[in-house]
Nanobody, 115 residues
Framework: QVHLVESGGGLVQPGGSLRLSCAAS????????VNWYRQAPGNQREWVAT???????AYGDSVKGRFTISRDSAKNTGYLQMNSLKPEDTAVYYCNFLIGTQNFWGQGTQVTVSS
């Protein structure tokens, strides 16, 4: 079982930045993808970003141009750089790794954007 540990969430003012990290508990030797999702209270879970094995990326319309997804394979870690944050970005953010054909999820980290 691969465990994903998220970090980097917190309280930030509108216009500020945060970088979320998602670290796997073991070395990842196969091809893997990184995904980020978020869920605000009372809302459905929303897809945020994807980083494919070929390093191509895709973003949801609400975050495109502001968020950047990346990974460091040597550290078995995925990242989500969030810039120009808005109050509507407030949510619990979840990372997901697709390793081979298996999905693994982080525990979630709270991001709150407020004055």
């Amino acid at each position: 079982q691969v465990h994903l540990v998220e970090s980097g969430g917190g309280l930030v003012q509108p216009g500020g930045s945060l970088r979320l990290s998602c670290a796997a508990s073991t070395n990842i030797l196969s091809i893997w993808s990184v995904n980020w999702y978020r869920q605000a209270p009372g809302n459905q879970r929303e897809w945020v970003a994807t980083l494919a094995p070929d390093s191509s990326t895709a973003y949801g319309d609400s975050v495109k141009g502001r968020f950047t997804i990346s990974r460091d394979s040597a550290k078995n870690t995925g990242y989500l750089q969030m810039n120009s944050l808005k109050p509507e970005d407030t949510a619990v953010y979840y990372c997901n790794f697709l390793i081979g054909t298996q999905n693994f999820w982080g525990q979630g980290t709270q991001v709150t954007v407020s004055s």
